[in-house]
């Protein structure tokens, strides 16, 4: 989209910051809502994982009435790759992950100031690192010792940081890097009943400021999340979850002066993990908006490979 001049650049730069944080957002695995299930599960020490994902994104992207663009959509292909390791931190089970998304093509549409206008991006979006620990309920385990134990209640945490390393222009309205650090603490229980498995999260996103978009200075409130979810095992591996997430807060504010508007969304899902192999398997995943205030209102479908080694398998 093109930018607008006078009041109405600062105006549009500021709705317009949402628009491109979930541009971004939208290439983690999950997307915004980042609807995870599983993510305390513990596994025995010394695995590795590395992965390699599809997601489709598509749908609407809800801005402040007041702004001066309207209907707004996204239609986003992208390819994640990921490698994760379980570690023993200090006798404690927990892994270390990073992934780095890639756009291979997003078109942005709709109207500013009532005019059609659209855009196309492709590149590389912010990389993240995550930490996560168990520290109720998980040892850490060897693989012999870890196929014994009875898995009963987990509580866990993690910390994720989001690096402004990519492609941004501060005078584009879209961009896939958000140029500026977000820091994302987590927190969640796991409880099995037989072969369901019940979980919730607590998460927090932080932002830093962005120092330059259309030569302004935008900040943001955190963005709080609870998120819940119920799995089936079915054994040989194989796995399914329904995910539901609600996400509220991120009022943000240009040189000092705020939005009247924050962020809220209802999000569902469901994921499906299939194993093909000693150490191959294969998750399905798709999402979608319940409701949605203010942000991305994006139906997400997700595909990703992963091959596993070491820890004794």
Do not use: C
Request: no cysteine; charged share 15%; net charge neutral.
């Amino acid at each position: 989209m093109n930018p607008v001049s006078g009041s109405g650049r600062t105006r549009l730069a500021l709705g317009l910051f949402i628009a491109a944080h979930l541009a971004g957002v939208a290439l983690e695995p999950v997307a915004a809502q980042d609807l995870e299930p599983r993510a305390f599960s513990p596994a025995p020490t010394g695995l590795n994982f590395a992965a390699l994902g599809y997601a489709y994104s598509y749908g609407n992207v809800v801005l402040d009435p007041a702004l001066p663009i309207s209907d707004g959509e996204a239609d986003v292909h992208s390819v994640l790759g990921a490698y994760v390791r379980t570690i023993d931190f200090f006798g404690m089970s927990g892994k270390v992950d990073a992934a780095v998304p890639y756009v291979a093509y997003g078109k942005w549409t709709g109207l500013v100031e009532g005019v059609p206008d659209s855009t196309t991006r492709s590149g590389f979006g912010d990389p993240l690192v995550r930490l996560s620990v168990n520290f109720i309920g998980a040892p850490a385990l060897k693989l012999p010792e870890f196929a014994q134990r009875k898995q009963g209640t987990v509580v866990g945490a993690s910390f994720q940081v989001r690096m402004p390393l990519g492609q941004y222009d501060p005078t584009k309205i879209i961009n896939l890097g958000t140029n500026r650090w977000t820091f994302k603490p987590r927190i969640g229980v796991s409880q099995p009943f037989g072969r369901w498995i019940v979980e919730g999260h607590g998460t927090a996103w932080f932002f830093t400021d962005n120092p330059d978009s259309f030569g302004n200075r935008i900040s943001q409130d955190p963005l709080w999340a609870l998120d819940a979810h119920v799995a089936r095992l079915f054994g040989t591996g194989i796995w399914a979850s329904f995910d539901l997430g609600y996400i509220v807060g991120g009022r943000t504010e240009s040189n000092g002066v705020p939005s009247t508007a924050r962020q809220e969304s209802l999000r569902g899902g469901a994921t499906l993990a299939i194993p093909l192999a000693r150490r191959h398997s294969i998750k399905l995943g798709y999402f979608f908006g319940l409701y949605t205030e203010l942000g991305s209102d994006f139906d997400n479908l997700l595909v990703v490979y992963q091959y596993r080694w070491g820890g004794g398998i």
